[in-house]
């Protein structure tokens, strides 16, 4: 019964995916010139060395691969960039993922101005910054040279935009927003590289040049150089009398060089932090902006070693290697892997190091996507076996891919886990992993029990769908906060209370949410069953396949119900130890109230039979919006003390699920009238 | 089949114990919930639990409709007494129902344990800069006016009146206090519960009387209820009647207004109600954490010495999920400041509750996931003993489709 209502979806399902690859089109490629072009790839073993440089930002220790590859998903919606055919560069049809991005942004900016990495999700946004692109879609991605004409007037609107509060901006002064932290992400990376280095002015003195014989050539010097040598400049400096005419001689002479140190100084708030400290006792590693700060307070070689340490001074150098290698791509090459050693070196001597590689092979594994890609997969197949009993083996990939998706997704929360040193659920986004992996094990194990291959299909369809939402929000969260794996507030740092009411609530939601998956099933089913007996009764197989999956249903309502209640009532005792009350009456909390009373209501409704199957099923599609409320919705209302999570974008997502289990249970019930409602008339023996 | 009841009593005794009237109460309160959380946008918190949850009746908002709904008090006092009956007394006392009556009787625990925090907890919050030390806290929302012998330096003696005795006078309203101890009779007037003192000059009309050139002005409440300032008219009647003096009182206003009488100087303030402690608390240091290179908090605390009255001292390091539990007391590291990016001295909020039932919370949700617990799994293992069955009867068949004779058992759909 089941491979006949559903084979007619089959083929549908086909159509949908091939029409979706028919959707990728070719676009447009002009020719770009460079002075300064890549000549060749950029060797594994550079890449590596500078993907695993540690890097200090959002309150943690990660790689630089991270760091580059949230710039790179905030700005292009994705983690991968292919250079076209056709742009006249020698690397032409290359795949860059955010290491050789951000390599080519730092080495060869002229090259990467030419990519077309920033994601302008509508055209509006372009016109608002008077630009105006032939043969483009109306969402497209444009070079960083392309959008350079408009950035006056987007850093404009963009603090128009800022200085409104958050509710107040339009969907265009979101994106505006959004556009230029993307090209500030772009000027911040260059950065990294360039406040390395140093001017000493355009024709340099001859004292300076042999201050720094380095610069001889280009008139550039490493950052680390000039604070190592500064209390010469300084002796200089306290050897001229204040308003004579040697000591403005003398600032006329180190003007550019004063200058070099106050742009990066200024970068300071922004740069990302790679020097570890010396001191164990400290946390907070310095970018090349904070050392150029402590210069200020260095008066003289006698309290130039206590402001800085060799180590600090040579990270700095190194680094600066890689920008003084101007375009010599070996030479960059060879400051990367030396700067990458020098700087592991100095993390790992004070133990910060250790879970940067783990973390590295985190974001190389990709478990998430390759999960995803897992579900999809199988899902196809299971549709696939329901088209024919010829291809009744494809189950067999179905639930292969499903059980290796299943097996990815709890590798990467346990790999998230040993990273964060704390339970699997804290933020928003972990929440949607933790239900995803707990609502795909559930309906595996009820395939198992049953065997009415509903359990299997929905478990694929949850997990792709669930993936695909934390990619979605994945990429929010770069957008706003550039990690997933960011610092905790105050009251969430416990792994006590993390571990047990925040696990606990999260599978309660995941159970709802599987239950009003199962219950549009149920329905569905019901009703085509129904349209299709034209009145008469079911025949005994289709009730007893409908009871069945009916009862499915109830179970994981109760399944959820206790984790809900336990949840919920751990979550008041969590209140009560931290806030001083049980009971607030925040939004959160009452989310998670609203989801224990709902299921509450449905299981004494259904004890009292005053509903059956579909009454159950039906109360289980809108226990989905009641859930989508807590999990989501109240973090919208601004009210409470459970703001953690960002949300914005979220309201329009959420208010198209209401619309449509509004429509959806309002068509049940007009379906339920005319179908269903007949068969009540007795079986004729 | 059970008998159906005859007697009125026994109908309503059954009606109070039916599914019909759980499910009812169930879902009047998940409305209540709902409807009252979207109203907390506007509202705040504080006053839609007053509304919504401390109410016999409520006119909830959905969207654009207004309707009544039975309010907190109702519901729970049915849902208490459907608890009871239905879940409790008349539930059919079999293996298969333990599990619920376990969980009833968890949820019957968290109703007394709130019923016991509503009645008698109080919550409040002592503000402590380094150095500064306070036996008393003063509660968020509640107010009182509050009398004392300004003449006196030690031993002073506090009259209190509390808000609810006249937080419902309105317009022309008044009340008289006296107390035999006083000298003097307080007329109470015009409440305000959000005001602001505003100047009569070039204020058109003044809206309430106006006190050397001063009068009250009424403000909307505000979402966080801590923001309200109470205000109230007040008038001290002396030599039985002969003399009476008018002012009003701003929450806000630090200093006392006095009055002469009886030939000493007393003090009347408007005031956050305060609770005494049975100790003193002093802030030695406060600590706030953050995450490195950043501003965000991952903890912070505050270390205070506990001096009791005895003079004996005890150190005490309090931070965010680990309180101090004393003398029927919890303090708990809540907030602190200055907010970030002001100057100025640091300083501890530390929040105050005296619950009697603080652990009962604890208790409920044991036993309450025990009941449920036996319940789901008794089902659980029923459910997956009765598919089992049928494989096998299915699989010893040779058939692969179910037998006609096993659907036949299932219920009817739908």
């Known amino acids: 019964m089941i491979d006949r209502l559903i084979r007619g979806v089959a083929p549908l399902v086909c159509v949908l995916s091939a029409l ?17 072009a890549r000549a060749e790839r950029w060797s594994d073993d550079v890449v590596e060395a500078f993907a695993a440089i540690p890097v200090q930002d959002r309150g943690r220790v990660k790689p630089m691969g991270t760091y580059v590859g949230f710039r790179m998903l905030a700005a292009n919606g994705k983690r991968k960039h292919t250079i076209p055919e056709g742009t006249g560069l020698p690397t032409d049809g290359e795949r860059l993922d955010p290491v050789r991005w951000a390599l080519d942004v730092i080495v060869f900016p002229e090259q990467a101005r030419h990519y077309e990495v920033f994601l302008v999700n509508d055209s509006a946004v372009l016109e608002q910054i008077g630009l105006s692109f032939e043969g483009r879609k109306r969402r497209d991605r444009y070079s960083y040279a392309q959008l350079e004409p408009g950035r006056d007037e987007l850093e404009r609107r963009a603090s128009a935009a800022r200085a409104k509060d958050s509710k107040a901006r339009s969907r265009i002064e979101s994106q505006i927003l959004a556009l230029q932290q993307a090209l500030f992400g772009f000027d ?6 360039a406040t390395s280095t140093i001017s000493l002015g355009e024709e340099p003195s001859g004292r ?12 550039r010097v490493s950052l680390g150089h000039a604070l190592e040598r500064w209390p010469t400049i300084l002796e200089w400096v306290q050897s001229t009398e204040r308003g004579s005419p040697e000591a403005e001689a003398l600032l006329g002479e180190l003007a550019g060089l004063d200058a070099g140190v106050s ?24 970018n090349l902006g904070d050392l150029a700060l402590r210069m200020k307070s260095v008066t003289g070689a006698s309290d130039h070693a206590s402001v800085y340490d060799a180590g600090e001074l040579e990270a700095a150098t190194v680094f600066g290697r890689i920008q003084l290698s101007e375009g010599d791509q070996r030479a960059a090459g060879e400051a990367i892997l030396a700067a990458s050693e020098s700087l592991v070196a100095r993390a790992s001597a004070r133990g910060d190091y250790g879970d940067v590689p783990l973390e590295a092979s985190y974001y190389k594994a990709d478990y998430f996507y390759r999960a995803l890609t897992l579900f999809l997969l199988g899902f196809l197949a299971v549709v696939i076996s329901w088209m024919t009993s010829r291809f009744a083996k494809m189950r067999l990939i179905g639930w292969g891919a499903g059980i290796g998706g299943l097996l990815l997704v709890s590798a990467g929360v346990t790999v998230r886990c040993l990273l964060l040193d704390r339970p699997p659920v804290a933020t928003l986004y972990e929440t949607i992993l933790f239900i995803t992996a707990v609502a795909v094990l559930v309906c595996f194990v009820m395939e198992r029990m049953t065997k009415h291959q509903v359990g299997l299909a929905v478990g694929l369809a949850i ?9 979605r929000y994945e990429l929010h969260e770069a957008a706003t906060q550039g990690d997933t794996m960011g610092g905790l507030v105050a009251v969430l740092n416990t792994n006590f209370w993390l571990a047990t009411h925040v696990v606990t609530v999260t599978m309660g939601y995941s159970a709802g949410l599987l239950a009003a998956v199962l219950g549009h099933v149920w329905v569905v089913r019901r009703l085509v069953a129904g349209f299709k007996a034209r009145g008469e009764a079911l025949s005994s197989e289709q009730r007893a396949s409908l009871n069945s999956l009916g009862k499915m249903i109830y179970g994981v309502i109760c399944f959820g119900l206790l984790f809900s209640v336990v949840g919920t009532i751990l979550g008041g005792v969590w209140a009560n130890d931290s806030w001083g009350r049980f009971w607030g009456w925040d939004p959160k909390e009452n989310g998670a109230l609203m989801i224990v009373l709902y299921e509450l209501a449905i299981v004494h409704a259904r004890l009292g039979g005053y509903v059956k199957h579909f009454g159950i099923a039906t109360m289980a599609v809108l226990g989905g919006a009641v859930v989508a409320f807590s999990w989501w919705h109240v973090n919208l209302l601004g009210v409470g003390l459970h703001s953690y999570g960002f949300t914005d974008g979220v309201a329009g997502v959420l208010r198209s699920y209401y619309t449509f289990v509004a429509v959806f249970v309002l068509l049940s019930l007009v379906g339920y009238m005319a179908f269903v409602r007949p068969s009540r008339k007795p079986v004729v023996a | 089949m059970a008998k159906k009841p005859t007697t009125l009593l026994g109908r309503i005794y059954a009606t109070l114990g039916s599914y019909w009237l759980a499910v009812a109460l169930l879902v009047n309160l998940f409305l209540l919930t709902w409807l009252g959380t979207l109203e907390q946008v506007d509202k705040g918190i504080h006053r839609v639990q007053e509304e919504y949850f401390e109410s016999w009746w409520v006119l909830a908002k959905a969207g654009p409709v207004r309707m009544w709904l039975p309010g907190g008090y109702i519901t729970m006092g049915l849902f208490t007494m459907n608890l009871l009956i239905g879940g409790l007394v008349r539930i059919r006392k079999t293996r298969r129902t333990a599990g619920v009556i376990v969980a009833h009787i968890g949820i019957a625990l968290m109703m007394v344990g709130g019923l016991i925090e509503h009645a008698t907890s109080k919550y409040g919050r002592v503000l402590l800069f380094e150095g500064q030390s306070d036996d008393q806290f003063e509660e968020y929302a509640g107010w009182e006016l509050v009398i004392w ?11 209190l009146i509390p808000e609810e005795d006249f937080d419902d006078l309105e317009g022309d309203d008044q009340r008289r206090f006296e107390r035999d101890e006083l000298p003097f009779d307080l007329v109470l007037s015009r409440f305000f519960h959000n005001c602001q003192p505003r100047r009569a000059v070039g204020s058109g009309i003044p809206t309430a009387p106006v006190v050397e050139d001063y009068f009250l002005e009424a403000l909307p409440r505000e979402i966080e209820e801590e923001r309200d300032f109470r205000g109230l008219y007040v008038a001290a009647v002396t030599e039985g009647g002969a003399e009476v003096v008018e002012t009003f009182l701003w929450g806000r206003r630090p200093i006392p207004w006095t009055v002469e009488a009886g030939g000493r100087d007393w003090a009347v303030a408007l005031r956050r109600k305060v609770h005494s402690m049975p100790f003193s608390l002093r802030l030695e240091k406060f600590t706030k954490d953050d995450h490195p290179g950043m501003t965000m908090a991952r903890s912070f605390s505050s270390d205070v010495t506990k001096i009791f009255p005895d003079g004996t001292e005890e150190a005490v390091h309090i931070r965010m999920n ?25 300083y501890s909020v530390l929040a105050v509750s005296r619950n009697p039932s603080d652990r009962m919370p604890w208790i409920a949700v044991s036993v309450i996931a025990l009941g449920l617990a036996l319940a789901m799994f008794d089902r659980l293992f029923e459910f997956i003993k009765r598919e089992r069955g049928k494989r096998d009867r299915a699989a010893s068949s040779g058939s692969g489709k179910t037998k006609v004779a096993d659907a036949v058992r299932e219920e009817a759909v739908a």
């Open chain 1, 188 to 193: 911040l990376l260059r950065a990294i590289a």
């Open chain 2, 149 to 159: 012998d300004a003449s006196e330096r030690t031993g002073v003696t506090e009259y």
């Open chain 1, 208 to 219: 300076l040049v042999e201050l720094f014989p380095e610069a001889e050539d280009g008139g």
């Open chain 1, 263 to 286: 742009r990066v100084i200024s970068a300071a708030p922004f740069l990302p932090a790679i020097v570890a400290p010396a001191d164990p006792g400290a946390e907070a590693w310095s």
């Open chain 2, 322 to 346: 680990e309180p101090l539990r004393d003398g029927g007391l919890v303090v708990y590291q809540a907030s602190y400041g200055p907010p970030e990016g002001q100057s100025g001295e640091p």
């Open chain 1, 20 to 36: 979706l690859l028919a959707g990728c089109s070719k676009r447009p490629v002009t020719e770009v010139e460079v002075e300064q």
């Open chain 1, 463 to 471: 997990g792709a769908a669930g993936m695909f939402l934390a990619s």
